[in-house]
């Protein structure tokens, strides 16, 4: 699921414009993740969080932008709660949500991990606002895709 999200996100980024820019920011993008996903001690967790908050403070192409800085804030976010470290999750989760214009799905994402850092803190009622709001965006995109195969679909006639 990571090289997956990693492939879309690589994807929309190149088709965004300022090219040899837009590949840096791609390379220092792939980079952070592959650092994240092969770390397995603390230390080279530590060293993936600062890949990924690198990758973070840096400016992509201004269309993907939002969706790449908050998959990246929640990668690190999640890398916290591993490290057991569930305040900087939840710092991480809220700059994550603070990026304006990203896709509801990655803010869903990160409404769950913040869920989690909350939990971990050992406040239920915050993580269970934070699961309802993810739910809610969830809600409207599954209602959003039904709507849109409804209209494509050809309508059956039943004598």
């Known amino acids: 699921m990571k090289a997956a999200w990693l492939a879309v ?3 929309f980024l190149a088709g965004c414009a300022r090219p040899s820019q837009d590949r840096a920011y791609a ?3 792939r980079a952070a993740h592959q650092t994240a996903d092969s770390a397995t001690t603390q230390e080279q967790k530590r060293a993936a ?3 990924l908050e690198s ?3 840096r400016s992509a192409a201004p269309g993907a ?3 790449l800085r908050q998959d990246l804030a929640d990668r690190a976010a999640r ?3 591993e490290l057991g470290h569930a305040q900087q999750a939840l710092d991480w989760t809220q700059r994550g949500l603070a990026v304006e214009g990203a896709p509801d799905l990655l803010r869903a994402n990160l409404l769950i991990t913040e869920a989690d850092a909350w939990v971990a803190l050992g ?3 915050e993580a269970r606002q934070s699961l ?3 739910l809610e965006i969830n809600q409207a995109l599954l209602s959003s895709e039904l709507e849109e195969e409804e209209s494509h679909s050809p309508r059956s006639t039943r004598p």
């Open 9 to 11: 996100t690589l994807l």
């Open 27 to 29: 390379a220092e993008v």
């Open 49 to 51: 969080e600062r890949a």
């Open 55 to 57: 990758a973070f403070e």
């Open 65 to 67: 932008e939002a969706a």
């Open 79 to 81: 890398l916290e709660l």
């Open 123 to 125: 406040q239920r009622g």
């Open 132 to 134: 309802l709001a993810a």
